[in-house]
């Protein structure tokens, strides 16, 4: 009993840490170390473009989400996911679902699967 009363204890505080580790990620008012303005004002650019900013959005992306551009391969599925980043939060996540994306882009256990 003390002991699965401890292993219990153990993973509600390992979760807890866990959750409080990544908090500012889930915050859309709270910019992360990797912000830079120029960047942001050129990928609101592409969303803004739809379709026409695919290319441009594969640069700008170029070493990073993996998991989002093995997602994200056509000028079509970009337009949809523009669209989804347009309309906010709920569309977002309707698009994760329906790609079997994590948050911030990522696939399975937010790319901790490995």
Same mark, same amino acid.
């Given at each position: 009993m003390k002991k699965s009363l401890i292993v219990s204890l153990s993973l509600v505080t390992l979760l807890s840490s866990a959750r %409080?580790?990544?908090?500012? *990620?889930?915050?859309? #008012?709270?910019?992360?170390?990797?912000?830079n303005p120029?960047?942001?004002?050129?990928?609101?650019?592409?969303?803004?473009?739809?379709?026409k900013g695919y290319e441009n959005w594969l640069k700008l992306m170029e070493n990073? %989400?993996?998991?989002?551009? *093995?997602?994200?391969? #056509?000028?079509?599925?970009?337009a949809e996911f523009a669209q989804a980043h347009e309309k906010g939060v709920e569309s977002m996540n309707t698009f994760r679902a329906k790609y079997n994306l994590g948050p911030n882009g990522q696939g399975f256990r937010a790319g901790r699967n490995r």
């Amino acid at each position: 009993m003390k002991k699965s009363l401890i292993v219990s204890l153990s993973l509600v505080t390992l979760l807890s840490s866990a959750r %409080a580790a990544s908090a500012y *990620q889930g915050n859309p #008012n709270v910019m992360g170390p990797n912000y830079n303005p120029e960047r942001h004002e050129a990928m609101e650019a592409t969303f803004v473009a739809g379709e026409k900013g695919y290319e441009n959005w594969l640069k700008l992306m170029e070493n990073r %989400a993996w998991r989002l551009r *093995q997602v994200v391969t #056509n000028s079509k599925i970009f337009a949809e996911f523009a669209q989804a980043h347009e309309k906010g939060v709920e569309s977002m996540n309707t698009f994760r679902a329906k790609y079997n994306l994590g948050p911030n882009g990522q696939g399975f256990r937010a790319g901790r699967n490995r």
